[in-house]
């Protein structure tokens, strides 16, 4: 008999449970005081909204659980953000592939609800540090904090301002640059943009002719992304290397016109 999977949120009266199963795979987890200051005294949260229920074929399988808060920006502007925790598989179930249905389903919920980052703080004995990586998470500070970008029209949009300083070499003048973004190693939820050389500057293209060649094509997950842009600020050599990997890994893909290949060795 095939298993169904099914992803449900937490319902009222099952909060006894959920404990229990925190404190089974967590051992421990906490108290009924703990669980009640996360998850009914948290300001602005609702358990029944954002806690997540895995089962599988009708049993509770695993679970997990996101926070939102509003993060202010230099600006005074204001962004939403995620924080994913709490993510559990019960024995029975491991090795099914329950945690990433949950993960997934987090960081689901997250972008409908308009957030723009994930954040999470994995413990370095636990699965999650290694594992949120192949979710699109990416490391940016020590103790290990993962980074997922839910918005990446917004990371554009900094890229671009980070690049305002930036001046290209005239020969790369009106070239057609195809910039593919995926969620995550397995390549969901893609979304591409197209940018433009123009007077040396990145611009981004809103329209495009229909057959309109592209120059340069560069196919990437966003964790990757996010590494290799931290990287460029800090340690380039680095950053070679793990674009060399990339490419090995089939986590980058770069395909390329011969007008550019010409004008890159300045043919």
Known sequence: MKEERKVRYLRVGEEKKHLEALNSCFNP?????????????FPRFNFTKNVIIVEESGEWAGGGTAWFREASLSNNKKLTV???????????????GIYSTAMRS?????RKRGAALGFAFP????????????YGFADVFYPITKILLLKPERF???F??????????PKFDDLKIKL??????????????????????????TSTTEGEKIDLVIKADMGLLTKAFSLFY????????HLFFALLCRRLGVRFSLRFLKTFLGI
């Not at 924080?83 to 099914?96: C, N, Q």
């Open 234 to 241: 800090r340690r380039k050599k680095i950053l070679y290397l």
């Open 29 to 41: 987890w906490g108290d009924e005081s703990e669980w009640k200051r996360k998850y009914t005294e």
């Open 123 to 134: 413990n370095i004995y636990h699965i999650a540090a290694t594992a949120l990586p192949k």
């Open 82 to 96: 995620y924080e994913a925790g709490d993510l559990y598989v019960l024995p029975t179930f491991r090795g099914k």
């Open 180 to 205: 593919i973004v995926s969620f995550d190693e397995k390549h969901d939820h893609p979304v591409s943009m197209m940018f433009g050389v123009e007077k040396g500057r990145l611009k981004e293209l």
């Open 160 to 169: 671009l301002s980070r690049l305002e300083e930036f001046v290209f070499p």
């Open 106 to 110: 987090l960081n689901e919920m997250a």
């Open 156 to 158: 554009f949009n900094y």
